[in-house]
């Protein structure tokens, strides 16, 4: 079946734009989940959805980060008057329910660079 | 502060040996580990986990060891083979926040 799918695969632009990424979770996963690496680095939680309960935000870096999801599926990360230090790769996942027993299934992921 | 540390950067061994990767936690409240496995320009991919009430867990050429009073968890892949070459990363769930805790990774390199 179909796993986890992240667009764009690759987004270069200028310090100061805002962008917008994409994730499509596995059907029928209730929780999504957002993570970041940096270069050399492991993966930073940044935030997650359980079903229709109020997201954890507690990894966003700033107040220029910010994530919906619509319908319990899609979601998507936006990251208002982009930084440098924002080029990473941002990767999401999901899984069927949250607990530490059910394992979280990534995408891709979206590279991203900061000119 | 680095809650998961994996101190292991790289790691080579050779095809057919027992690969050995390492992983230390400080968190007491972390209730499952896992290990991901990733390859260039992919997602992470799942192979193994293990309950912190466990210490042990075997799946196939993978068996996860979970050392409580240590901290301390390792992942041994034997046989190993040249498909296993990939960067792993250890994870470590915390209770109740619901999030993946993660180590900086360590790169397997089989050798032929």
Redesign the interface.
Known sequence: GAGVSQSPSNKVTEKGKDVELRCDPISGHTALYWYRQSLGQGLEFLIYFQGNSAPDKSGLPSDRFSAERTGGSVSTLTIQRTQQEDSAVYLCASSVRTGGNQPQHFGDGTRLSIL | DQQ?K?NSPSLSVQEGRISILNCDYTNSMF??F?W?KKYP??????LI?I?SIKDKNEDGRFTVFLNKSAKHLSLHIVPSQPGDSAVY?C?A?H?G?????????TRLTINP
């Not at chain 2, 926040?97 to 990774?105: C, E, I, P, R, S």
């Open positions: 998961v994996q209730d499952y896992l991901y320009a992919e997602g992470p991919t799942f986990s309950s990363f994870a769930h209770l926040a619901q999030k993946l805790v993660f180590g900086q990774g």
